[in-house]
């Protein structure tokens, strides 16, 4: 069910990047940020109270107008202050079940995002951490991984936490075109887990069994049912920050300020109060 999910949601973010699939990720983390806050925008719409947003920003305008103009009476000021405050509640008790809406679509948004740039394949020299996650602690003495090229560190075994944790060592210079093969092994089973190097983008970056991490941490890895200890798998890559105007910055900053944006502006374009 969630391999089928996580497919479906993959086409369709890719679907929706079709328009600028040939340039760069910075351009197309804005076109997804850009795209993001006008349908952000346009959900908040349909599912918030419009007409008591509105009312309720009139009235908070027209208290802190009438504060500023009798600031010199105590009496007028407080008794102003005392309904802005309530009119301030009331702004938030329509924006809440709106926003909480909306962070369903946001976090499936970012999940995508976050698959598709957050990380790159190791360069030379470069490191990477497997971590295997158990849930019976009578397999973590017999799981073992083995690389078919570089250098992969003994296995750190975390008994309290059932976890087994290997370092990779990108030693392979720039002999590779294709990923490094890393063989997980129990007994006569073995897995096959590739590494992304020479900075391609990894296909593999969290495999998880739970249902709510897997929608999170997408992952087009699948583990035979022979593993069914697996609890996730999570290879951790160096960041693929991307470059505006010389400067360089996370893709989640660069989501967060786009999309506020361009939901701001469009709101205006719609007509939405926000």
Not at 68 to 83: D, E, M, P, W, Y
Not at 112 to 135: V, Y
Not at 211 to 236: A, H, R, T
Request: hydrophobic share 45%; with cysteine.
């Amino acid at each position: 069910m969630l391999e089928k999910l996580n497919s479906i949601f993959v086409n369709i973010f890719n679907f929706i990047l079709i328009p600028v699939s040939n340039f760069s990720d910075e351009v197309k983390i804005l076109y997804i940020s850009i795209l993001s806050g006008i349908i952000f925008l346009l959900i908040y719409g349909k599912v918030s109270n419009q007409k008591g947003i509105k009312e309720t920003k009139r009235k908070i305008m027209a208290k802190v107008i009438e504060v500023a103009l009798f600031r010199h009476s105590i009496k007028v000021c407080l008794n102003a202050q005392g309904a802005l405050f309530k009119q301030g509640f009331k702004y938030l008790s329509f924006a809440l079940i709106p926003l909480l809406i909306l962070m369903v679509p946001c976090i499936l948004i970012m999940a995508q995002i976050n698959f598709h740039f957050q990380n790159r394949g190791l360069l030379e020299k470069e490191d990477a951490i497997i971590e295997l996650s158990l849930d019976d602690p009578d397999d973590l003495t017999e799981y073992e991984l083995k690389a078919s090229s570089g250098t992969l560190s003994p296995a750190l075994r975390v008994d309290d936490e059932l976890k087994i944790i290997w370092k990779y060592k990108n030693n392979n210079g720039t002999n590779l075109k294709d990923n490094v093969n890393l063989e997980l092994t129990l007994d006569d089973l073995s897995l096959n887990i590739p590494l992304s190097i020479n900075g391609k983008k990894p296909s593999l970056l969290t495999y998880s069994r739970d249902f709510f991490e897997g929608l999170l941490f997408l992952s087009k890895f699948k583990v035979s049912k022979d593993f069914k200890e697996i609890k996730s798998i999570s290879i951790k890559y160096p960041n693929a920050n991307q470059t505006y105007l010389g400067v360089t910055i996370n893709w989640l900053w660069v989501f967060l300020i786009v999309s506020i944006l361009s939901g701001l502006i469009a709101s205006k374009v719609f007509k939405i109060e926000i």
